[in-house]
Structures are given as C-alpha cells and as structure tokens.
C-alpha cells in the first residue's frame, strides 16, 4: 500500500514563503509522475505543479515564476518551494503520486497567506 504524507503548511504573510515536503512510501514504481494539488473553499481541486522521473515539470499559469517543484527520485520525495505567497494562494494543498495505472492522494496541508 502506498502512503504519501505532507508537511510543512501553515501561516504567513503576503509575500512569504513556504516550503512543502511529501515523503511517498510503500511499493512504488521507479517510473512516476509526483504533483501538487490544492482546493480553496467553494473551489474545484486544481493542478499546481508536476515532476516526473525524469525532472520535467509543469506549472500551472498563477504560480509560474513563484513555486518551484523539485524531487528526490531515490527517496520518492517531492517538495514544492513557494515564494511571494499571495492570500489568492490560500488552500489545502495535496500531494498525488501517478505510476500507471494507479494514482494516490496524500491527506492534505493548509497553506493561509494573510493580507
């Protein structure tokens, strides 16, 4: 069974910064996509970054120039380095492990930025 467990949520102001960590664990293929996720209240769950393997990544148009996706393959971690955090960034932010053909969600970490 695969776990994936987040950390590093919390407070802080417009324009901080926050750093997340998700450790995978269990049976995991070598081949896998990591990404981060977040839900807003009232909101629809959207994509904030993906790593693969390989270390390509893709962000999404609102947090291009601010976060920064990053993995250590070996240890299936991932982190997600977020900077000059805006109140609009406020979410539960999750982490999700693609290796075909199943995926898995991580429980969650809130992420407040204050205005």
């Known amino acids: 069974q695969v776990q994936l467990v987040e950390s590093g949520g919390g407070l802080v102001q417009a324009g901080g910064s926050l750093r997340l960590s998700c450790a995978a664990s269990?049976?995991?293929?070598?081949?896998?996509?990591m990404s981060w996720y977040r839900q807003a209240p009232g909101k629809q769950r959207e994509l904030v970054a993906t790593?693969?393997?390989?270390?390509?990544?893709n962000y999404a148009d609102s947090v291009k120039g601010r976060f920064t996706i990053s993995r250590d393959s070996a240890k299936n971690t991932v982190w997600l380095q977020m900077n000059s955090l805006k109140p609009e960034d406020t979410a539960a932010y999750y982490c999700?492990?693609?290796?075909?053909?199943?995926?898995?969600w991580g429980q969650g970490t809130q992420v407040t930025v204050s205005s």
């Open positions: 999700h492990l693609y290796t075909f053909p199943n995926f898995y």
């Open positions: 269990g049976t995991i293929s070598s081949i896998n996509t």
């Open positions: 790593i693969t393997t390989g270390g390509s990544t």
